[in-house]
């Protein structure tokens, strides 16, 4: 049995309306149904690090340097195969889509608005058919932690990095480093 893969339209929101995008092919371990909406979510966490060292992206609702990433993944699983027709037009293909809030302090007033950003989908999600089971609504309390910020140096995850990256992924083309001795260690191919 091969691995399966999903693709993923991911978007870190930021502060101002500021949006990265980034399409990302998923890779679903063998044994993993595209509808496992937590396996697929602890997959997509392996990503999202590559993702937030590539942008020095502010907090969404606030303004200040973003520290950490809510996520809320909206997965498609049984559309039908790309390209069949699909409601009078033609499916995209079994799909995801990654909203990812760039947050101050997930403990604080934003981290509580991207949760409920997070929840609407959810309430959006079973008004619309989906069982309450598969529907994720979140009641988490968040421990305060202290997070790189978003678009420091993958490796070293210095504050004082921001901005000032020499070195880019030239796999990903995405994450940044600060020099290329971080890059040498922080990259898992080279």
């Keep these: 049995m091969s691995e399966q893969t999903l693709p993923v339209s991911v978007f870190f929101l930021g502060w101002e309306k500021v949006r ?3 399409d990302v092919i998923l890779p679903v371990p063998v044994g993993t149904a595209l509808d496992d909406q937590d396996a697929l979510q602890r997959q997509f ?3 999202v690090p590559d993702l937030k060292h590539s942008y020095p992206m ?3 609702f606030c303004g200040l340097p973003a520290q950490e990433n809510h996520l809320n993944l909206i997965n498609a699983p049984y559309m039908p195969p790309k390209g069949r027709p699909w ?5 995209p293909g079994p799909h995801a889509n990654a909203y990812v809030h760039s947050v101050c ?4 007033p ?9 929840n609407m989908s959810a309430y959006m999600a079973i008004l619309t058919g989906t069982p309450l089971d598969r529907a994720w609504i979140q009641h988490d309390d968040f421990e305060k932690v202290r997070y790189p910020k978003n678009g420091s140096c993958a490796y070293c995850q210095k504050d004082e990095t921001i901005g000032k990256a020499t070195s880019r992924c030239s796999e990903c083309k995405a994450t940044l480093y600060c020099n290329s001795a971080c890059q040498r260690v922080g990259a898992p191919f080279m």
Excluded: F
């Design 20 to 22: 990265l995008e980034a």
């Design 45 to 47: 966490v392996r990503v």
């Design 110 to 118: 934003c981290g509580k608005k991207a949760q409920g950003m997070a």
């Design 105 to 108: 302090e997930m403990a604080g």
């Design 58 to 60: 502010r907090c969404e």
């Design 87 to 91: 409601r009078g037009i033609s499916s």
